[in-house]
Protein backbone atom coordinates (compact mmCIF):
# COMPACT_ATOMS: atom_id res chain seq x y z
CA UNK A 1 0.00 0.00 0.00
CA UNK A 2 1.02 3.91 -0.46
CA UNK A 3 1.89 5.45 3.05
CA UNK A 4 0.32 9.28 2.51
CA UNK A 5 1.23 11.58 5.03
CA UNK A 6 -1.12 14.40 4.98
CA UNK A 7 -0.43 17.82 7.14
CA UNK A 8 -1.77 19.31 9.69
CA UNK A 9 -4.22 16.67 10.95
CA UNK A 10 -6.62 19.09 12.24
CA UNK A 11 -6.65 22.98 12.84
CA UNK A 12 -8.91 25.42 14.13
CA UNK A 13 -9.04 28.41 11.36
CA UNK A 14 -10.65 31.94 11.81
CA UNK A 15 -13.78 32.94 8.95
CA UNK A 16 -11.81 34.97 6.32
CA UNK A 17 -8.69 33.37 6.17
CA UNK A 18 -6.81 30.19 4.24
CA UNK A 19 -5.40 26.88 5.25
CA UNK A 20 -3.42 24.97 3.26
CA UNK A 21 -2.66 21.24 3.02
CA UNK A 22 -0.63 18.94 2.06
CA UNK A 23 -0.38 15.68 1.23
CA UNK A 24 2.86 14.05 0.63
CA UNK A 25 3.46 10.39 -1.09
CA UNK A 26 6.39 7.65 -0.31
CA UNK A 27 6.65 6.84 -3.88
CA UNK A 28 5.44 8.52 -7.64
CA UNK A 29 2.22 8.10 -8.33
CA UNK A 30 -0.09 8.74 -11.55
CA UNK A 31 -3.51 9.55 -9.80
CA UNK A 32 -3.99 12.56 -7.27
CA UNK A 33 -7.25 13.62 -5.82
CA UNK A 34 -8.81 16.27 -3.04
CA UNK A 35 -12.13 15.14 -1.46
CA UNK A 36 -14.31 16.74 0.87
CA UNK A 37 -16.49 14.68 3.73
CA UNK A 38 -18.87 17.07 5.29
CA UNK A 39 -20.06 16.16 9.20
CA UNK A 40 -22.32 13.16 9.36
CA UNK A 41 -21.39 12.88 5.30
CA UNK A 42 -20.05 10.49 2.80
CA UNK A 43 -17.31 11.96 0.37
CA UNK A 44 -17.64 13.85 -2.38
CA UNK A 45 -14.34 14.44 -5.08
CA UNK A 46 -13.03 18.02 -4.90
CA UNK A 47 -10.84 18.20 -8.23
CA UNK A 48 -7.92 15.51 -9.55
CA UNK A 49 -4.65 17.14 -9.16
CA UNK A 50 -2.61 17.04 -12.55
CA UNK A 51 0.94 16.94 -12.39
CA UNK A 52 2.56 20.29 -13.75
CA UNK A 53 -0.88 21.43 -15.37
CA UNK A 54 -4.24 22.98 -13.67
CA UNK A 55 -6.27 21.02 -11.65
CA UNK A 56 -9.39 19.04 -12.99
CA UNK A 57 -12.65 20.53 -10.94
CA UNK A 58 -16.00 18.93 -9.92
CA UNK A 59 -18.91 20.47 -10.66
CA UNK A 60 -19.84 22.89 -7.67
CA UNK A 61 -16.22 23.30 -6.65
CA UNK A 62 -13.78 26.30 -8.01
CA UNK A 63 -10.09 27.07 -8.77
CA UNK A 64 -10.39 30.11 -6.51
CA UNK A 65 -12.19 28.70 -3.56
CA UNK A 66 -9.81 25.75 -3.37
CA UNK A 67 -6.46 26.00 -5.50
CA UNK A 68 -4.74 23.28 -5.90
CA UNK A 69 -0.50 22.52 -6.32
CA UNK A 70 1.09 19.36 -7.84
CA UNK A 71 4.59 20.25 -8.50
CA UNK A 72 5.59 16.56 -8.76
CA UNK A 73 4.75 12.88 -8.63
CA UNK A 74 4.59 12.31 -4.62
CA UNK A 75 3.51 16.17 -3.45
CA UNK A 76 0.16 18.01 -3.93
CA UNK A 77 -1.55 20.89 -1.97
CA UNK A 78 -5.27 21.84 -1.31
CA UNK A 79 -5.88 25.79 0.09
CA UNK A 80 -9.24 26.53 1.23
CA UNK A 81 -9.66 29.83 0.40
CA UNK A 82 -11.58 32.63 2.53
CA UNK A 83 -12.82 30.04 4.77
CA UNK A 84 -16.13 29.90 6.45
CA UNK A 85 -18.02 27.96 8.75
CA UNK A 86 -19.54 25.89 5.92
CA UNK A 87 -16.21 24.51 5.16
CA UNK A 88 -15.72 22.89 8.51
CA UNK A 89 -14.94 19.65 7.09
CA UNK A 90 -12.49 16.62 6.76
CA UNK A 91 -10.39 16.67 3.70
CA UNK A 92 -8.58 13.98 2.73
CA UNK A 93 -6.27 13.55 -0.32
CA UNK A 94 -6.27 9.91 -2.44
CA UNK A 95 -3.65 9.05 -4.72
CA UNK A 96 -3.64 5.57 -7.15
CA UNK A 97 -0.44 3.76 -7.54
CA UNK A 98 0.37 1.87 -10.73
CA UNK A 99 -0.97 3.94 -13.15
CA UNK A 100 -4.62 2.34 -12.95
CA UNK A 101 -7.47 3.05 -10.52
CA UNK A 102 -6.93 0.08 -8.94
CA UNK A 103 -5.96 0.19 -5.37
CA UNK A 104 -6.82 3.89 -4.50
CA UNK A 105 -6.15 4.82 -1.19
CA UNK A 106 -6.37 7.44 1.11
CA UNK A 107 -4.21 10.06 3.68
CA UNK A 108 -5.33 9.98 6.84
CA UNK A 109 -7.16 13.31 6.53
CA UNK A 110 -7.45 17.21 7.94
CA UNK A 111 -10.20 17.48 10.45
CA UNK A 112 -11.04 21.70 9.70
CA UNK A 113 -12.70 23.52 12.17
CA UNK A 114 -14.20 27.38 11.09
CA UNK A 115 -15.13 29.81 13.34
CA UNK B 1 -26.29 10.43 -13.29
CA UNK B 2 -23.72 8.12 -11.04
CA UNK B 3 -25.57 7.04 -7.64
CA UNK B 4 -24.64 4.65 -5.03
CA UNK B 5 -26.68 3.82 -2.00
CA UNK B 6 -25.90 2.22 1.11
CA UNK B 7 -28.21 1.77 4.35
CA UNK B 8 -27.30 3.80 7.28
CA UNK B 9 -27.23 1.26 10.08
CA UNK B 10 -26.33 -1.92 10.93
CA UNK B 11 -26.41 -3.80 13.91
CA UNK B 12 -24.82 -7.23 15.21
CA UNK B 13 -23.66 -9.58 18.07
CA UNK B 14 -20.41 -10.41 18.15
CA UNK B 15 -19.41 -13.77 16.43
CA UNK B 16 -22.41 -13.37 14.43
CA UNK B 17 -21.81 -12.46 10.64
CA UNK B 18 -22.21 -8.90 9.43
CA UNK B 19 -23.02 -8.00 6.01
CA UNK B 20 -23.04 -4.47 4.34
CA UNK B 21 -25.14 -3.75 0.80
CA UNK B 22 -24.37 -1.40 -1.74
CA UNK B 23 -26.23 -0.57 -4.93
CA UNK B 24 -25.24 1.53 -7.71
CA UNK B 25 -26.55 3.07 -11.06
CA UNK B 26 -23.90 3.47 -13.19
CA UNK B 27 -22.64 -0.07 -15.02
CA UNK B 28 -19.28 1.57 -16.73
CA UNK B 29 -17.62 1.52 -13.26
CA UNK B 30 -14.15 -0.82 -13.36
CA UNK B 31 -13.58 -1.17 -9.85
CA UNK B 32 -15.71 -1.52 -6.68
CA UNK B 33 -14.24 -0.41 -3.18
CA UNK B 34 -14.97 -0.78 0.45
CA UNK B 35 -13.22 1.44 3.05
CA UNK B 36 -13.63 1.52 6.81
CA UNK B 37 -13.68 4.86 8.75
CA UNK B 38 -13.45 5.00 12.23
CA UNK B 39 -13.90 7.49 14.57
CA UNK B 40 -11.00 10.57 13.90
CA UNK B 41 -9.57 8.68 11.38
CA UNK B 42 -9.24 8.10 7.10
CA UNK B 43 -10.27 5.83 4.97
CA UNK B 44 -8.42 2.45 5.35
CA UNK B 45 -8.60 0.24 2.09
CA UNK B 46 -10.33 -2.77 3.16
CA UNK B 47 -11.03 -4.53 0.04
CA UNK B 48 -12.15 -4.39 -3.91
CA UNK B 49 -13.31 -6.50 -6.88
CA UNK B 50 -12.70 -5.92 -10.19
CA UNK B 51 -16.17 -5.40 -12.45
CA UNK B 52 -16.03 -8.38 -14.22
CA UNK B 53 -15.56 -10.72 -11.08
CA UNK B 54 -18.30 -12.21 -9.20
CA UNK B 55 -16.60 -12.60 -5.68
CA UNK B 56 -13.61 -12.52 -3.84
CA UNK B 57 -12.93 -13.16 -0.37
CA UNK B 58 -9.95 -12.51 1.62
CA UNK B 59 -9.49 -13.54 4.85
CA UNK B 60 -13.01 -12.86 7.25
CA UNK B 61 -14.25 -10.84 4.48
CA UNK B 62 -16.76 -11.92 1.19
CA UNK B 63 -17.50 -9.27 -2.07
CA UNK B 64 -19.99 -10.29 -3.99
CA UNK B 65 -20.69 -8.48 -7.17
CA UNK B 66 -24.08 -8.85 -8.81
CA UNK B 67 -23.50 -6.82 -11.70
CA UNK B 68 -26.99 -7.63 -13.47
CA UNK B 69 -28.81 -6.16 -10.34
CA UNK B 70 -26.03 -3.92 -9.77
CA UNK B 71 -25.56 -4.93 -6.21
CA UNK B 72 -22.57 -4.94 -4.43
CA UNK B 73 -21.90 -6.91 -0.40
CA UNK B 74 -19.43 -7.02 1.70
CA UNK B 75 -19.71 -9.83 4.44
CA UNK B 76 -17.86 -10.03 7.85
CA UNK B 77 -17.34 -12.85 9.07
CA UNK B 78 -16.96 -13.68 13.25
CA UNK B 79 -17.45 -10.05 13.35
CA UNK B 80 -15.49 -8.49 16.23
CA UNK B 81 -16.05 -5.33 18.31
CA UNK B 82 -13.10 -3.57 16.29
CA UNK B 83 -14.81 -4.08 13.18
CA UNK B 84 -17.09 -1.17 14.58
CA UNK B 85 -16.85 1.56 12.43
CA UNK B 86 -18.30 3.11 8.92
CA UNK B 87 -17.43 1.08 5.98
CA UNK B 88 -18.30 2.94 2.81
CA UNK B 89 -18.34 1.50 -0.62
CA UNK B 90 -17.32 3.36 -3.51
CA UNK B 91 -17.12 2.74 -7.45
CA UNK B 92 -14.49 3.80 -9.62
CA UNK B 93 -13.84 5.57 -13.52
CA UNK B 94 -10.59 4.83 -15.58
CA UNK B 95 -9.90 8.10 -14.18
CA UNK B 96 -9.56 7.19 -10.71
CA UNK B 97 -12.93 9.18 -9.39
CA UNK B 98 -14.52 7.60 -6.83
CA UNK B 99 -18.27 7.98 -6.07
CA UNK B 100 -19.08 6.71 -2.73
CA UNK B 101 -22.24 6.01 -0.69
CA UNK B 102 -23.47 7.66 2.25
CA UNK B 103 -21.70 5.05 4.48
CA UNK B 104 -23.01 1.78 6.84
CA UNK B 105 -22.55 2.41 10.23
CA UNK B 106 -21.79 -1.03 11.61
CA UNK B 107 -22.16 -1.38 15.64
CA UNK B 108 -21.21 -4.90 16.80
CA UNK B 109 -23.15 -5.15 20.33
Known amino acids: SAVISQKPSRDICQRGTSLTIQCQVDSQVTMMFWYRQQPGQSLTLIATANQGSEATYESGFVIDKFPISRPNLTFSTLTVSNMSPEDSSIYLC????????????FGSGTQLSVL | GEDVEQSLFLSVREGDSSVINCTYT??????LYWYKQEPGAGLQLLTYIFSNMDMKQDQRLTVLLNKKDKHLSLRIADTQTGDSAIYFC??????????FGQGTTLQVK
Open chain 2, 90 to 99: AISYSTGKLI
Open chain 2, 26 to 31: DSSSTY
Open chain 1, 94 to 105: SVGRQGTNEKLF
